[in-house]
């Protein structure tokens, strides 16, 4: 309890910036982020030629959206954006590696994604997530594109049962048309797992499907990142409207 008190009077006078990240330096120490949540502090195996560093070969076409405490003089928490054109230049989508996205290819001109989201331990209560919505919906809108792709995250820790029980328990409501649907390249064994146990939804999965996001597809398996990885998109004009007055601007 006292470390949670501490962080919270920390955090509380913090001032906290969203935005681009305008310089190579402002990156590198997004990609240092990235390492030290995915890598020191969740397990993932994350290969990079720099020590404590996340790179991979779609970075250098990605804008990061980053959120800085200015009070501290750090970035704490940021998202990765590939643009489609910048996916044209790359040669894909990120999702790829991961999914079969043929039922998707006439959204390609309009369809932006999203990865590598990841907030600093001490500033989970919701401020730096909700700062990044809120720049992320911006960028959307200022760039007229009409969706938003990514995968989103649960620990396969436990062997997968949760990961299965929350896909049969989400998809219920959350399954996108057919005509949306991806197929996993390395799916997660649903039929040897269990899928009727108690699991907590992860925040972001949570955040993502109040907003108005469809799953498209089973989850596929991230052995780098222990992960399974649930195939999200969302069409921007889906998004419900009570998130859309906390986190969508009139353009001026």
Same mark, same amino acid.
């Given at each position: 309890m006292l470390q949670t008190r501490k962080v919270e009077r920390?955090?509380?006078?913090s001032k906290l910036h969203v935005?681009?990240?305008t310089c190579e330096s402002e990156i590198?120490?997004?990609q240092k982020l990235r390492y030290h949540v995915f890598a020191e502090e969740l397990g993932a195996r994350l290969p990079s030629r720099i020590p404590g560093v996340d790179h991979d070969l779609y970075d250098p076409f990605c804008e990061h959206l980053v959120v800085?405490?200015?009070s501290q003089g750090r970035i704490v928490g940021t998202y990765r954006i590939l643009s489609p054109q910048?996916?044209?230049?790359?040669?894909? @989508? @990120?999702?790829e590696t991961e999914f079969d996205l043929t039922r998707l290819q006439h959204l390609r001109p309009r369809m932006v994604e999203i990865g590598r989201s990841c907030i600093h331990s001490q500033y989970r209560s919701g401020a730096a997530i909700a700062l990044l919505w809120s720049a992320l919906a911006r960028y959307m809108q200022e760039n007229r594109h009409d969706y938003l792709l990514g995968c989103a995250s649960i620990s396969i820790a436990d062997g997968g049962h949760a990961a299965a029980s929350l896909y049969a328990r989400l998809r219920e409501r959350h399954e996108s048309p057919p005509e949306y649907r991806v197929f996993p390249r390395y799916a997660l064994p649903l039929r040897a797992l269990r899928?009727?146990?108690?699991?907590?939804?992860?925040?972001?999965?949570?955040? @993502?499907?109040?907003?108005?996001?469809?799953i498209c597809g089973e989850p596929a398996w991230d052995p780098d990142f222990n992960t399974a990885d649930l195939p999200i998109l969302m069409p921007m004009n889906?998004?419900?409207?009570?998130y859309a007055r906390h986190?969508?601007?009139?353009?001026?």
């Open positions: 920390r955090v509380s006078r935005g681009l990240a590198h120490e997004a800085r405490d200015e910048a996916a044209l230049r790359v040669g894909g @989508y @990120y999702s899928s009727d146990i108690p699991a907590e939804i992860p925040p972001l999965i949570k955040g @993502y499907l109040r907003a108005g996001a469809w889906r998004i419900d409207p009570k986190f969508v601007k009139p353009c001026d």
